[in-house]
C-alpha cells in the first residue's frame, strides 16, 4: 500500500548517464531515460510492438529505440516510427511524469494531470553552493514503511550502530514527536555526552577536541509520502547544542528517499548534506564509505524483520512511545491512500484526487540557518 | 500450450553418451538412455519403487539400475529385476518413443501409438558427406513460442546482433511470407549491400573479397511444432544472388529446434549446417563460437520478454507484417492443439487423434541444390 | 506432517556458544540460546515490539537483548524492561520447553504441559566414557519421512554409497522387520562376505586382517518421531559376529536425528558412537570426515526423490520387504499425529494430549553390552 499520486525519487542522474534505465516504482515497471542531453522521460518499459523492455534499447535521435526491433518511441509515449511501418495506429505506452531537480529523478507514478512539478519537495541544502551533498542507492526487500519506522526511532542507533553512532544516552532520553504542518518530527537532546565514535572522528576533523562532553541532537522530520531528513549534530558541550554558533559544533543532514518498489521491497536512496568543508571531495567519499557502512547495518536488520512479519502475519506491533514518529508518519500515508480511493470510489475513475500537499521543508531552512 | 502427438528434438548424443540423462520435454519428465551401445529408450523419470529419478542410475546388462535401490528397468517401462523382489506386479512406468535420426535423439510426448518415425523431418543435410554440421544447445527461459517468433522476423539482427549479422537493409528491405505446405516461409533478399562483419569474415576464407557489393538473403523455414531452417548466405552482387554458383557466394542453413521444457521454459538446439569445408573440423568450431555469442544474444533479450510480458498479462502484442512468420507459425500450432483436444473431447480419450503432419523438407532440397 | 508433542533434537552446544541461534522446527520459528552459562532457553523468535527476530539479539545479563531497539527479553517469554518503557502489559512471547542433554539440545514443539524430560531419549553411549562420539549438521531438502525410509532400508547402500560402505549381500540378505516395543527395528546378518572399504580400513585401524571373510552386521532401529540408530560392525568371520568378543570386531552406532524444518525441508543431526579408541579425536576427526561424504551422498539423492515426489503429487510408491521399517516407522508417526488430532477435535483445545510414548531405547544397552 503506497500512495501514487506524489512525487518519489527514482533515480539519480548518474544512472541514466549512458543508457536507459528499467526501474520498478510502486509496483510500475518504468524505463528512464535521456530523449535529449538534459532532458528527461519516464515510459511504462513495455515496447508496444512484441512486449521487450524498452529499458534494452537506446537513445537514438530523441527517440528511444527498442533493442529488439527498432521500433522508435516518443517520450510522449508515442509511436514516432519504425522501420517499414506506418506507425499511427500503434497504441501508446503509458507516460509518466518525470522531473529532475535537487540532483534527483523524481517520478509521479499516479495520475498524471496531478503531476505538479510545485509539488516537489524543496531541499534547502541541494543546488546551494554552501552545501555538500554525498550519498548512493541501496535496493532492500522490505516494506517501504518498515524503513520509516527505523528512521523516525532512532534508539535502534544504540544496537544496530554500535562502533559508530549508536550511545546508550540514545535510549535513556526521551523523544518528543510533534506534527508540524505536513511533517512529523522527532527530537532528542543529549546534554553532557561523551560523543560515540563518528562524531568523534568529525570533531576532530573541525580541529575540535573528541574528549570533552557535547551536546547531541537528532531532529527527524519525515514528509509525505516517504522522505525523512535528519539533522545531526554534537556542539562542545554549554555552547547551545543545537543552536551552537558553527565554531564550537558538527552537523549535518541526513537524507533518506524512500521508494517502494513493490509491497515488500524499495528503493532506498540515502546520503549526506553538509555545509562545511563543500568543496572536501574526499570527505564527501569518506562520509558515504561511512554511511554506507551503517546503512547496510539497517538493511540487514530491516529484511530479517520483513521475513519475520510475514512469517507472522496479522500478528499486532507493539507501539510505543518512541514508535510515535512511524505511528504519525503511517497516519499520513493511510491518509493519502484513503483520499486517492475515495476519489476512485466517488467518481469511478481510476486516482483522480486531492493533490498530494505541498512539503513547505522547514528542517532544510532550520539546518541552514543553523549552519 | 504445446502439441504433444509429434516428434521434438529432446537431445544430442553426446548428451547420452555416458550416463542417463534426466530432461522435461513439455512438461513431462524423462529419463533419455542407451540400454546398449546404438540402442535408445526414453521413459518416465521416476523409479516406481520409491519415485526416485531414474536419470540418477546406472546402465546396467541393457537395464537401467536405479541409483538408489537397485530396480533394474526394462525400455519397455517394465521392471526387469529387483534383489530380493519378484516384480511381475510392480507398477509399469511410462515409456516414450524415441528415435535416433540425423544426429538428434527425437522424443514423441503424446500417444505413442501415433509415433511413426516416418513424420521426422527429412533433413536433407544432415548424414549427407556434402555437408557438416555444428552446434550447441541452450536453456531459454522464454515460452518456445517467442524464439519461433524471434528466428521467423530477423528485423530483430539490426539490433540484437548489430556487430555481427545485422544491418540496416534487412529492416529496409520488405519480406514476403508464404505458406508453403505444411511450411512457413519468410524470405527476404537484399541486393548490392555491404555484408555485415560475419558475412565479410566468411567471403574472406572463401577468398572472396569482402569489400564489394553483396546480394545477401534469408529464406526462414518454419514446420510445426517448432523447427525453423533459415538458409542464409551472400553473393558478390550480380551473379544470380540465391542462385548464384558456388564460387561466387558463401551460404549455409541456419538450424533451429525449438523444444517446448514448460510452459514458460524451453530448450534449444541450435547450430550451422554448411557444405563448404566440410572436413574443417576448426571451422566448424569457430562458427559454433560465433553462432553461440549471437544466439546468447537472443537469449539474453527473449528472457526478458518473457518477464515482460508475463508482467502485463493479457496485453496484446502487435502483428506487423513483419510478425507474419510467426502469426503464421502459430496459427499451425493453434490447429495441431485443437486437434489434439478435439479427439479428446469427441472419444474422452486422451490425445489420440490424427498424425502430425509430415514435413516435407523442401527448403533442405534447396539449399542442397543451390550448394 | 510430524508430531509435535514430543521431544527433537534441535542443536547441539557448539551452536549456541557464541550467540543465540534461530532455528525453524516443525514450522516454528524459535531463538535457542543461554541465558546464563549452563542454561538454555527456547522462544518465538519473534520480538513484541516490532517483529525483529530475536535471534539477531544478544544475552545480556540473562535476558535476551534485541538487537533493533534493545528489549530484553526473560527466558520465560515475558519482557524484562526495556529502555524508558514500562513493560508490564507488553505481550509474552511463546516459551518452548529445551533440554541439554546428551550432548544435544532437545525441544518440545507441541504443548509445554506435556513436555517431561524423561521422555527425551536415553542413550547409552552419550556422557559415558567408554564410548566416544563425533557428528555434524545437515540441512536436507526433503521430507524428513524420506530419510528415515532411508536409513531404515540398507539395500541403497549397494547403489548410493559403493564405494565405502555397500556391496552386493546387503541387498541378497534378507532383512527382518520387528516391532519390539516402542521401537521398529530391521536387522540384517551377512556372514562370511568380504569386508568393503570402510570396514577394511576400520579392521585395519584395530590390528586385524582386512582380506579374510568377516560376518556384517546392521541393526536398524527407529524410535518416534524420528530417531534412528543403527549398530554396524564386522567381526572375523566364525567369531560370533554381532556377539563376538571384541577382540574380533569393530563396531559402532550411527546416530540420527531427524528434524522437521518444514513440511519438505529437515535437520540431520549425524555421527558415530564408538566404544573403541575413545581418546583418539584424530580418529573422531576422520570417522566424522568419512561419514560426512557418505551422507551428502545421501542428501543429494533424497532432495533429488523429493523434488521427483512433488512432481508426481498422489503416485503410489511400491511398499516391498525391504521399505518395511519405513513403513512401520510411518505408522507409528501417524498415530502419534492422529492422537494430537483426536484430543484437539474432542477438547476443542490445541494439542494438549497424551503425552509421547516413552522411548526405552533397548537398542542403546544392546549396544553397550555388545562392546
Known sequence: MFPKNTWYVAATPNEIADRPLGRQICGHKLVIYRPRPGEL???EDFCPHRGAPLSLGKVCDGALVCGYHGLAMGCDGKTVSMPGQRVGAFPAIRRYPAVERHGFIWVWPGEAALADPALIPHLAWAENPDWAYGGDLYHVRCDYRLMIDNLMDLTHETYVHSTS???KEIDETPVTTRIE??????????????????WRANLRAHGLPDDQPVDRWQVCRFSPPS???????????????????PQHKVSSVVVDFITPETESTM??????ARNFRVQDAELTTQIRQ?????FAEDTAILEQQQKSVEAWPGRKLLMLNIDAGGVQARRMIDKMIAAECAVV???GAPAIGPAAPKTESPHAAAVASAA
Open 267 to 272: 528503493w532506498y536512496f540515502w546520503g549526506m
Open 165 to 167: 553512532i549508536g550511545q
Open 290 to 294: 561511512g554511511q554506507g557502512q551503517v
Open 181 to 198: 504542518g505536513q511533517e512529523v518530527v522527532c527530537r532528542r537532546y543529549m546534554d553532557g555526552v561523551m560523543a560515540p565514535p563518528f
Open 41 to 43: 522521460a519516464a515510459l
Open 227 to 245: 522522505q525523512v531528513m535528519i539533522e545531526v549534530g554534537v556542539a562542545l558541550a554549554g555552547h547551545g547544542g543545537y543552536e551552537a554558533a
Open 345 to 347: 470510489a466517488a467518481t
